[in-house]
């Protein structure tokens, strides 16, 4: 059978094309910042804070990956490239990818209680590459982030999400391999919503100059002279 470690580094391995070998993947920013966070959350629940942020700090530090020691990460994570921070209520499943410059950033409780303010992401979610997600939501099993994407509501399991603020789109995931998805992003032609939202925008603004244009012209027209009737 093989070992954990084994099975781990397969497992990024097969989400990313340019690994040739498992030698190579243990070289990875991520799979050193996942286990560096493994120390770092044993410390941070023998109530070691100092040591677990001390382990944290060095883990930042070697590959700009900074994940807090109180976050907690399932089988399987995967952080592509890096440039990601991680708070410390965060909760990840398993089988989570997650590519450069994301945030799961936390939101200030207004009562004061430093209680849960990450979100939280289901097994198998893949979050692209700069999105935020903020506050304490979930994302569903499955879901999809677009880079650069911003969520701050809960986003439904198998649900593809793009934009700001993140909103869910239909995704055609016909031409794309089911075991490589770049960037969290699987669309096709029509999963952008925006053209629809210009049409729409360009309907409206051809209304308007048309009502424009006649009012122009009302307003150009010479006034009717009134008959003045001879006494």
């Known amino acids: 059978m093989a070992s954990p470690l084994i099975d781990y580094l397969d497992s990024v391995k097969a989400r990313d094309p340019a690994a040739r070998s498992r030698w190579e993947v243990m070289l990875y920013p991520g799979v050193w910042a996942l286990a560096f966070h493994r120390v770092a959350h044993w410390l941070y629940g023998g109530k070691l804070f100092f040591l677990a942020r001390l382990v944290n700090h060095i883990g930042r530090g070697l590959t700009a990956i900074d994940i807090h020691?109180?976050?907690?990460?399932?089988?399987?994570?995967?952080?592509?490239?890096?440039?990601?921070?991680?708070?410390?209520?965060a909760t990840i499943g398993d089988n989570v990818t997650i590519y450069q410059n994301v945030t799961l950033g936390g939101t200030n409780p207004s009562n004061g209680v430093n209680g849960?303010?990450?979100p939280t992401l289901h097994d198998g979610v893949v979050i692209g590459s700069g999105a935020q997600v903020l506050g304490p939501i979930e994302v569903g099993a499955g879901a999809r982030v677009g880079a650069n994407a911003v969520v701050t509501r809960d986003v439904a399991p198998q649900t593809t999400v793009v934009g700001i603020p993140a909103r869910p789109v239909d995704a055609d995931l016909?031409?794309?391999?089911?075991?490589?998805?770049?960037?969290?992003?699987?669309?096709g032609e029509d999963c952008d919503p925006q053209p629809a939202c210009f049409a729409a925008l360009e309907q409206e603004v051809s209304a308007m100059r048309k009502e424009l244009a006649a009012l122009r012209a009302e307003m150009a027209a010479p006034l009717p002279i009134p008959k003045v009737k001879s006494a």
Do not use: L
């Not at 976050?71 to 890096?82: C, R, S």
């Not at 016909?174 to 669309?187: E, L, R, V």
């Open 174 to 187: 016909i031409h794309y391999s089911p075991g490589f998805i770049a960037y969290g992003t699987p669309c």
């Open 69 to 89: 020691p109180g976050a907690t990460i399932g089988k399987n994570f995967f952080i592509d490239h890096g440039f990601t921070v991680i708070g410390e209520t």
């Open 116 to 118: 849960k303010r990450h």
